[in-house]
């Protein structure tokens, strides 16, 4: 039996052997399988991650869409981002990505993909309502194995790529899937490159695969001021999500990455169109303006950011969380491996260390992402009480994606989210003082209605 718990907002998630077995993942292709039947779509390309779990689920999953009809080409052992490469690359008409991302080793989890559109929302509930009806096509599809795209990604990204002086960095892998990818790309562009924890392992025994929380990154922290590298670069769990520490030492926030990637994107493409998510720094989207773009604050989440994308035929998008979407020199799609690249690339052009190059920016004070806990069923009506009463009694309320507070010196934020049962918070202001007075008048209505 399926659990309806796991089929979140943008992919299916949970915990081996309770939420997630070999039976019920093989129900939810033979759903998935029946859903692209239903749009008369016919093939598929399928891959995993290095979690213990994976390679089962990835052949019961492969199972469920050939009983539907689907003809499966599997990859094998890939990051994210190479998936959805191989979904343009091979032009199957889906793709499935066996990976729970940076959750831990105990969980595995399910991204779905119809072309390069992320199945999410409303289409992940139709698959979960096929599922539980029991109203599955029946076929008997074709498996073939596609053992080289790796080496077909990488020299993709190679030619793609051009960096005007090496770049001496460090890189966390996290034990992911990204490692074997990241840093034989590095190397041939004749970068100085160490990597950390390279070797993929499903039981991350050195960290928690995600390089957007500080504690995450102690060791690629240490690693760039004993060797005095430019530069640190992290990756999540399955590489879709970049971190980054200057060569002081300092881990830079998501938006701030995009920031870095927005002023170089700027000069060459005048009055482009940025997205960035309700949870980034009003210096991002006034340095947006600053350099000739036409900044748009949009829903955080991959999928949501990505089909905003593809509806306005925007170039370059991210978000607090470190998913970068270039549809500029590429595919259009969240890839931290190519992200890394491209970051490089722009500090081959300057001797200008990393550290200085949003120096000219106003002074913020901000929080990282704070998380409240709650439950599924509670969050977004917490959400809805809070931002109700805030704009009840006056105050400038964004509500594209739960609450978004602005004031003339500040924002704060309150969301829930759509992955795990729990609010998120970010508070920015011009002065701590100010920081803690805006945090404290969201958190003390939040606990009204908690």
């Not at 019961?60 to 009809?69: I, M, T, V, Y």
Request: hydrophobic fraction near 40%; glycine fraction near 10%.
């Amino acid at each position: 039996m399926v659990n309806p718990q796991i089929f979140r907002q943008y992919d299916i998630r949970g915990l081996v052997d309770s939420d997630l077995t070999a039976d019920s993942v093989y129900e939810i292709g033979w759903g998935f399988g029946t859903h692209l039947r239903n749009l008369n779509l016919k093939t598929a390309v399928i891959g995993g991650d290095a979690r213990l779990s994976t390679p089962q689920f990835k052949r019961k999953f492969s199972e469920g869409l050939r009983d539907a009809g689907i003809d499966v080409t599997d990859v094998g052992f890939v990051a994210t981002p190479v998936l959805y490469f191989a979904i343009w690359h091979l032009k199957t008409d889906a793709g499935v990505m066996i990976t729970a991302s940076h959750n831990p080793s105990e969980y595995n989890g399910i991204k779905l993909n119809r072309g390069l559109q992320s199945v999410y929302g409303d289409e992940i509930q139709e698959i979960l309502k096929l599922i539980l009806e029991g109203n599955f096509r029946k076929g008997s599809g074709k498996l073939s194995i596609f053992e080289n795209i790796g080496e077909i990604y990488i020299e993709y990204l190679l030619q793609n790529i051009r960096l005007e002086r090496p770049v001496k960095l460090i890189i966390d892998a996290g034990n992911g899937a990204g490692g074997p990818y990241l840093l034989p790309i590095l190397e041939r562009l004749g970068c100085q490159v160490e990597c950390l924890f390279c070797e993929p392992d499903g039981r991350f025994p050195n960290h928690h695969p995600d390089p957007t929380v500080e504690k995450n990154l102690q060791q690629l922290i240490s690693r760039v001021r004993e060797t005095g590298a430019e530069v640190g670069i992290g990756l999540d769990g399955d590489a879709d999500r970049m971190g980054v520490v200057d060569e002081k030492g300092k881990m830079l926030f998501g938006d701030q990455v995009l920031n870095i990637f927005v002023r170089d994107f700027l000069k060459q493409n005048p009055g482009e169109k940025i997205i960035a998510d309700v949870k980034c720094s009003k210096n991002l989207f006034d340095d947006i303006k600053k350099f000739g773009g036409e900044p748009i604050m949009y829903k955080t989440g991959h999928a949501n950011i990505k089909t905003r994308m593809q509806e306005l035929d925007i170039k370059l998008s991210g978000e607090m969380s470190g998913h970068i979407f270039f549809n500029d020199r590429y595919l259009g799609f969240d890839d931290a491996i190519y992200g890394a690249c491209r970051f490089l690339e722009i500090m081959s052009k300057t001797d200008m260390p990393v550290s200085e190059f949003l120096a000219d920016q106003p002074r913020m004070f901000n929080t990282p992402e704070l998380h409240i806990p709650s439950t599924d069923d509670a969050k977004f009506k917490v959400v809805e009480q809070v931002r109700n009463s805030f704009l009840a009694e006056g105050y400038d309320v964004n509500d594209i994606d739960g609450m978004r507070m602005t004031f003339k010196d500040g924002w704060a934020l309150c969301r829930a989210s759509n992955t795990t049962p729990v609010l998120v918070l970010r508070f920015e202001a011009e002065t701590e003082a100010r920081l803690a007075e805006i945090r404290q008048l969201v958190e003390e209505r939040i606990n009204k209605f908690l």
